[in-house]
């Protein structure tokens, strides 16, 4: 439904990363009758950008409450005007985005962690099994307590990230880190709750099969988790030994 985008664009081919500009493009919302109920994501004052338009709705496995679209520049004219920031700046302030970006994908991932061992934690003291309620049984306490002990790890890391960066520091490794390690626990924490669930975290009636369609994503999100190994690999490499 945007109708605000920032886009990056080869403004010098000579010059590689360096030749990389940013700019600011417009178009009309896809839905002007949801954008007047809910009462934002509409601007009648803006002007648009000719030749910028929106693909269709994804049909997702998860995140289904975010409209996904592909963005389309068809002969478009964006003026100077719209550059955002210094020509040549733009790749770098792309990786600057995705460095923030990636502590958002830790948190996010944190807090679809937490809310699946909340949901675990409740149904144990609710769900019986031979005369016992299921936070009883040893091996249900085992995987409570390891959900539990990743989740607080995952908390460290990414307000450890978020530190950093508000305190204008280096962050660049330790949001890759995060945003890592807290993606890939999403995963675990949600699909661990669904088989402490057994067939209940299976259906709908019970939100963590949605929060495990919707942690996959964290995996893929501002870089792949692959990449986020190199980048972190790279780094570390670079630490300690200056190359």
């Known amino acids: ?7 990056t664009a080869v ?3 000579s ?6 500009s940013s700019f600011v493009v417009t178009k009309p919302t896809t839905d002007r009758e949801v954008a007047a109920r ?8 803006l002007a648009f950008v000719d030749g910028v338009r929106a693909g269709k709705k994804e049909d997702k496995m998860g995140w289904r409450a975010s409209d996904t679209r592909e963005l389309f520049l068809e002969d478009a004219y964006v003026p100077e005007g719209h550059r955002l920031g210094e020509e040549g700046q733009g790749f770098v302030n792309f990786m600057r985005t995705l460095d923030a970006g990636r502590i958002g994908i830790a948190a996010l991932s944190l807090g679809l962690s937490e809310g699946a061992f909340e949901v675990a934690l409740r149904y144990s003291n609710e769900r019986e099994q031979f005369g016992q309620k299921l936070r009883e049984f040893q091996p249900v306490q085992f995987r409570l307590s390891d959900m539990a002990t990743d ?15 508000e305190r204008g520091e280096p962050f660049t490794k330790e949001a890759v880190m995060a945003k890592l390690f807290c993606s890939e626990l999403a995963m675990r924490a949600t699909l661990q709750a669904i088989q402490l669930m057994g067939g209940a975290g299976y259906t709908s009636d019970y939100p963590v099969e949605r929060m495990a369609r919707d942690a996959k994503i964290c995996e893929i999100g501002e870089g792949t988790n692959e990449i986020q190994r190199i980048l972190i690999g790279r780094q570390i490499v670079k630490e300690a030994f200056g190359d």
Request: proline content about 3%; hydrophobic content about 35%.
């Open 1 to 7: 439904m945007g109708e605000i985008f920032t886009v």
């Open 11 to 13: 403004t010098d081919p």
């Open 15 to 20: 010059r590689g990363t360096r030749g990389i």
């Open 38 to 45: 809910i009462g934002f994501g509409h601007s009648d004052d």
């Open 151 to 165: 989740i607080e790890a995952g908390r460290h890391l990414t307000y450890h990230a978020a530190w950093l960066k």
